[in-house]
């Protein structure tokens, strides 16, 4: 079965530093999603994108984020300027309907900012 | 806004039990409801789904009925297995105003360990 696939699955920076997070959506997919969760608590959205823009993005999704997919496969999460409360787990996802069809998570990356 | 509200946890059971998680959500319109598990280590994995009133979403022995009346959708197995020991989380679809896209906005999620 086809999968939503994350890079690197633990990534460790220095605040402030400059972190760009990985994610290869399902091949046939045209929606794509960036959620969070912070060690114990909820899964958030971030931010979703469709056809090359950003359709919608939640208050956490500040100016020090940004996504792009910058070829038809790859779709990734840049953090600028990184601080001690953005580490989570960030999850990509991905579906082919935004109506009839479920998003289909990765397995996530951990990014730890020290 | 929309919202889903889910039983605390850990929810500790002897193996062969009966499984219930509660869950109930608030939303405007007419959302998709879903249960996703998350097991040790992994990430996230759609259990099942339920897109409209009164449907039963089933996979791997567990069920949900998307219930209207009372805004739920509680998730049961009738026998629980060790290797179900996961986070449970309740979710709903919430397209947004601009009625572009369907964010999932989670519950908390519940920690199930089942004893051998």
């Known amino acids: 079965e086809p999968e939503v696939t994350q890079t690197p699955s633990h990534q460790v920076t220095q605040m402030g530093q400059e972190v760009i997070l990985r994610c290869v959506p399902i091949s046939n997919h045209l929606y794509f999603y960036w959620y969070r969760q912070i060690l114990g608590q909820k899964v958030e959205f971030l931010v979703s994108?469709?056809?090359?823009?950003?359709?919608?993005k939640s208050e956490i999704f500040d100016d020090q984020f940004s996504v792009e997919r910058p070829d038809g496969s790859n779709f990734t999460l840049k953090i600028r300027s990184t601080k001690l409360e953005d580490s989570a787990m960030y999850f990509c996802?991905?579906?082919?309907?935004?109506?009839?069809?479920?998003?289909?998570f990765g397995d996530g990356t951990r990014l730890s900012i020290l | 806004g929309d919202s889903v509200t889910q039983m605390e946890g850990p929810v500790t059971l002897s193996e062969e039990a009966f499984l219930t998680i509660n869950c109930t959500y608030t939303?405007?319109?007419?959302?998709?409801l879903f249960w996703y598990v998350q097991y040790p280590g992994e990430g996230l994995q759609l259990l099942l789904k339920a897109t409209k009133a009164d449907d039963k979403g089933s996979n791997k022995g567990f069920e949900a009925t998307y219930r209207k009346e009372t805004t739920s959708f509680h998730l049961e197995k009738g026998s629980v297995q060790v290797s179900d020991s996961a986070v449970y989380f309740c979710?709903?679809?919430?397209?947004?105003?601009?009625?572009?896209?369907?964010?999932?906005?989670f519950g908390k999620g519940t920690r199930l360990h089942i004893l051998p």
């Open positions: 996802a991905s579906s082919e309907d935004r109506v009839a069809q479920p998003q289909h």
């Open positions: 979710a709903l679809s919430s397209r947004s105003h601009m009625n572009r896209d369907d964010k999932i906005i």
């Open positions: 939303a405007t319109g007419y959302p998709s």
């Open positions: 994108f469709y056809n090359n823009e950003i359709s919608e």
